[in-house]
């Protein structure tokens, strides 16, 4: 199989060098991710990545971020959903935190405004 390759400058030379073209890898975050995982593990993980997708949150790389992170917190990371990328992972989480819905935050603000006299069939 033939890589593609594409130009791009260098910048320690006038010339031009050749880079092989990255692979998209938004379509293996979607099929991929979770394969080795129990069912439900697996079903939060593709739901969670879809939802972020289809709100446009993910498509286009157009960011970079860096950090510096614990290897035991990555690794069991890596276990917990099942994707095996740093960047899958980390976009994985960020997409969990951004459609976060605040349930506890929602709850809070409604405690003690049903009435105490309502029959919620909990006896």
Do not use: C, W, Y
């Not at 879809?50 to 990371?77: P, V, Y």
């Amino acid at each position: 199989m033939a890589k593609t390759l594409r130009m791009r400058p260098s910048s320690s030379a006038p010339q031009q060098r050749f880079v092989p073209k990255k692979k998209r890898v938004r379509s293996s975050i979607r099929n991929d991710a979770g394969k080795e995982m129990p069912g439900e593990q697996k079903f939060v993980v593709r739901q969670t990545l879809r939802a972020a997708i289809r709100l446009g949150l993910i498509g286009s790389k157009d960011e970079r971020i860096t950090a510096r992170l614990s290897h035991a917190l990555i690794e069991q990371a890596k276990r917990q959903t099942g994707i095996k990328g740093d960047t899958e992972l980390l976009e994985f989480a960020l997409a969990n935190v951004a459609l976060e819905d605040n349930f506890a935050a929602t709850m809070n603000k409604l405690a003690g405004t049903i009435d105490p006299d309502i029959k919620l069939g909990f006896d």
